[in-house]
C-alpha cells in the first residue's frame, strides 16, 4: 500500500474518527469493551508484544540476512535502523558478511524485485524499514512460505494471516513525549526571563510549530505525543502542524520550519528525515530570533549548535537483537512486536548547550514516570477533542480504517496506543494543534 494512497484516506477519514471519538461515550454499549468482549486488556491477546532477546542455540554463521531500505546511512531515518542492526549483528555473533543491504529502495515494485534478489541470494529472514514497502513485503511473504519477511512500520500484518509475515515498530510516542518536556522547559524558560514579543503568542497562548511529513496516524500520533510533552509545562500553548507530504525533503522541511517561525513560532519539532527544520532554526537564532529546534532519529547538533535542544530518537537495536536471535534459532518472529522506555527501545538524544537550566534533572523524573507506569502519554484528562473529553474511540489502523470497530481503545484514563498493532494508531485532533496548508501563513 503505498504512502499517498494512505494520505488520501487520512483526509477523507480524520474529521469522522475525530467527531465519532470526541462525542460519544460508549462504555456501556454492547461489545464496547476494551480489547476482548470480556474487558481483558492483555498485551499478548491484543497482538503486541515487547519481547527480549531469547537464548541463542542455533548457529549465528548459518544466517542469511536482507534488508531493504527506503534510504542510506546519509539519511538519519534509515541510518538509525542501520546502526541498529549492525549492533545487533555484533552482539549476536552474526558478520557483515551475512547482512546484504537493498539501499535507496523506493517504495515500488522495486521491493518486489530486490526481495526476489536477496532470496536468490539465500536469506531466509528479510526486513524493510518503510511503510510504503509494506504490500510488496506482504507478497513476497504470500509467495515463498520458506522466508520470513517483516515490514517495519506496518500494520497489516495481523490481518495478512500469514505465520511468515510480521510489523514492529517502538513506542517513540514516549521518547517524542520526553522531548516535548524538554522543549517545554525552553519555552518556560523563555517566559520567566521575558524573551517572548507579541508575535510569539496567539491571544494568552504561546506558539510552536512542526514539521510533519504526511498526516499519518505514525505522524499525528508522534505530534500530539510532542505537544502534550510541552504542555506538561507550559499549559498555555498552541501548535501549528505544516505538511511536507514526503519522509525526506531537505528543502521543503526547511521552508516549512521557516514559515512557522516568521510566523512567531518559538520552537519547532518534526516528524521528517532530513535536517532541514533545524537548520532553519539554527539560520533564525543566527539572526537574532527566538528560535529552537527539537527533531528526530538522530542528533542535529551538528547543524543546529545553538538551536537543537535535543531529537526524539528509537534504539532499534532492541528489536533487531530480538528478532535476529529468533532468526538464528529458526523460530517465527512475532507478528506485532512494540517497546519503549522500559525496554531500551527509545530515547532522546544529548541535549543541547541551550536547554533551560534543570532540563535533565526532568526529564530523568519523566522517564522515570513513564517505566514505572505512573505516567500515561495519552492521559485522556490532559486533552479534549472539541472541548470534550474523549471516553470511547475506534482503533484504527495507520490508513484511518475502523479496523478494531467492536473495542474501546480508550480504558483506565488513557488512550492505549500501539497495543492492538506495534504501528501508532492514534488519529484524533486534539484541541490546541492545528494543521496549517503550506501556501498560507
Known amino acids: ?36 468482549d470480556d474487558g481483558t486488556k492483555d498485551l499478548a491477546e491484543a497482538g503486541v508484544q515487547a519481547l527480549t532477546p531469547p537464548a541463542v542455540t542455533g548457529d549465528p554463521s548459518a544466517l542469511k540476512v536482507g534488508v531493504i531500505l527506503i534510504g542510506d546511512e546519509t539519511e538519519g531515518y534509515t541510518k538509525a535502523h542501520m546502526d541498529g542492526i549492525t549492533a545487533a549483528a555484533a552482539a549476536l555473533g552474526i558478520s557483515e558478511s551475512q547482512i546484504i543491504w537493498k539501499k535507496k529502495t523506493p517504495e515500488s515494485e522495486a521491493v518486489t524485485t530486490a526481495g526476489e534478489q536477496l532470496i536468490a541470494d539465500g536469506c531466509t529472514y528479510i526486513f524493510s524499514n518503510s511503510y510504503g514497502h509494506q504490500s510488496y513485503m506482504q507478497e513476497l511473504a504470500g509467495k515463498h512460505k520458506d522466508v520470513h519477511f517483516v515490514a517495519v512500520t506496518g500494520d497489516t500484518a495481523a490481518s495478512a494471516g500469514l505465520d511468515n509475515f510480521s510489523n514492529a515498530f517502538t513506542n517513540v510516542y514516549e521518547s517524542r513525549y520526553v522531548s516535548g518536556v ?13 524573551k517572548l514579543g507579541d508575535s510569539n503568542y496567539d491571544g494568552d497562548n504561546v506558539k510552536i510549530g512542526y514539521v510533519g511529513a504526511h498526516p499519518f496516524a505514525e505522524v499525528i500520533s508522534g505530534y500530539t505525543a510532542f505537544f502534550l510533552g510541552v504542555r506538561s509545562v507550559v499549559n498555555n500553548v498552541v501548535m501549528d502542524v505544516r505538511f511536507t507530504n514526503s519522509w525526506y525533503d531537505y528543502d521543503g522541511e526547511k521552508a516549512a520550519a521557516k514559515a512557522l517561525i516568521d510566523s512567531g513560532c518559538v520552537i519547532i519539532g518534526q516528524h521528517a528525515d532530513s535536517a532541514g527544520a533545524p537548520t532553519a532554526a539554527q539560520e533564525a537564532f543566527s539572526a537574532g530570533k527566538v528560535a529552537y529546534s527539537v527533531g528526530y532519529n538522530v542528533s542535529m547538533l551538528d547543524v543546529a549548535p545553538d538551536a537543537a535542544l535535543t531529537s526524539a530518537t528509537n534504539v532499534w537495536k532492541a528489536y533487531y537483537q530480538y528478532a535476529l536471535a529468533v532468526a538464528i534459532n529458526g523460530g517465527n518472529i512475532t507478528t506485532n512486536w512494540a517497546a519503549g522506555y522500559a525496554e531500551g527501545a527509545v530515547a532522546i538524544t544529548e541535549l543541547g548547550k ?21 505516567l500515561h502519554v495519552f492521559d485522556t484528562s490532559k486533552f479534549t477533542v472539541g472541548g470534550k473529553t474523549v471516553t470511547w474511540c475506534y482503533g484504527t489502523d495507520s490508513d484511518g480504517d475502523f479496523i478494531y470497530d467492536k473495542n474501546n481503545v480508550v480504558a483506565d484514563g488513557y488512550y492505549h496506543e500501539s497495543y492492538l498493532q506495534s504501528a501508532p494508531c492514534f488519529l484524533l485532533e486534539i484541541d490546541g494543534i492545528r494543521q496549517i496548508n503550506n501556501d498560507s501563513n
Open 1 to 36: 500500500m503505498k504512502r499517498i494512497l494512505s494520505m488520501l484516506l487520512v483526509c477523507v477519514l480524520l474529521a469522522s474518527v475525530v467527531l465519532f471519538c470526541a462525542s460519544c461515550d460508549k462504555s456501556g454499549d454492547d461489545g464496547a469493551t476494551f480489547y476482548g
Open 182 to 194: 524538554v522543549a517545554g522547559m525552553k519555552l518556560k524558560e523563555l517566559i520567566d526571563g521575558g
Open 354 to 374: 541551550n536547554c533551560a537550566e534543570g532540563t535533565q534533572a526532568k526529564v530523568d523524573e519523566v522517564v522515570g514516570a513513564i517505566k514505572s507506569g505512573e
